[in-house]
């Protein structure tokens, strides 16, 4: 398998029927439905390859029906386990659309050219995306993921260009009034 995806995580059991409901990463629920097989993050780290009865969307979580789990007691032995895709499972997105672990390792430039650091990784937040980047005095900030700071990204060259508030990747100190 390609690089494994983190997509979701199982939150609870559902119904008597072994179903469960999980909360997805960085995006609706919606696109994941029609999938015939997912991987499940075993307790011991490793995936386990797992074809999916029915799937569907209730109250913006995905259900998910396996089938060799058929009680809530089995169900419930699932909560907490993470469900992976192969990267190649993934929805297409549009052009000017990208999976946000696309951006890890990407350098970070100001809009002037000056580097200002690295992606380590992202975070959901409830408005919007950030962006975990290391700056280049090592110290992490928190850039969020939004057309009037992110102005361009280009996943192929692995290069951000923002432009930041004063303080939030070059240490400076912001001015308060």
Same mark, same amino acid.
């Given at each position: 398998?390609?690089?494994?995806?983190?997509?979701?995580?199982?939150?609870?059991?559902?119904?008597?029927?072994?179903?469960?409901?999980?909360?997805?990463?960085?995006?609706?629920?919606? $696109?994941? +439905? %029609?999938?015939?097989?997912?991987?499940?993050? !075993? /307790?011991?780290?490793?995936?386990?390859? #797992?074809?999916?009865?029915?799937?569907?969307?209730?109250?913006?979580?995905?259900?998910?029906?396996?089938?060799?789990?058929?009680?809530?007691?089995?169900?419930?032995?699932?909560?907490?386990?993470?469900?992976?895709?192969?990267?190649?499972?993934?929805?297409a997105l549009p052009e000017?659309?990208?999976?946000?672990?696309?951006?890890?390792?990407?350098?970070?430039?100001?809009?002037?050219? $000056?580097? +200002? %650091?690295?992606?380590?990784?992202?975070?959901? !937040? /409830?408005?919007?995306?950030?962006?975990? #980047?290391?700056r280049c005095d090592g110290?992490?900030?928190?850039?969020?993921?939004?057309?009037?700071?992110?102005?361009?990204?280009?996943?192929?060259?692995?290069?951000?260009?923002?432009?930041?508030?004063?303080?939030?990747?070059?240490?400076?100190?912001?001015?308060?009034?």
């Open positions: 398998m390609n690089s494994p995806v983190l997509v979701a995580t199982i939150v609870a059991s559902r119904g008597n029927r072994g179903e469960v409901a999980a909360v997805c990463a960085g995006g609706p629920p919606e $696109r994941l +439905l %029609g999938l015939e097989e997912v991987f499940l993050g !075993g /307790e011991s780290g490793g995936l386990q390859r #797992v074809s999916l009865r029915r799937n569907w969307v209730h109250k913006g979580r995905w259900i998910l029906q396996f089938p060799e789990v058929e009680s809530i007691s089995q169900a419930r032995a699932l909560v907490g386990r993470h469900i992976f895709l192969a990267e190649s499972q993934l929805p000017d659309r990208f999976y946000t672990f696309h951006l890890v390792g990407a350098r970070v430039f100001h809009r002037d050219g $000056r580097e +200002l %650091g690295k992606v380590k990784d992202s975070q959901a !937040g /409830e408005a919007h995306d950030f962006l975990l #980047v290391e110290v992490e900030a928190l850039v969020p993921l939004v057309r009037a700071i992110v102005l361009e990204i280009d996943t192929r060259a692995g290069k951000i260009i923002v432009d930041p508030p004063a303080g939030l990747l070059e240490g400076e100190a912001e001015e308060v009034r």
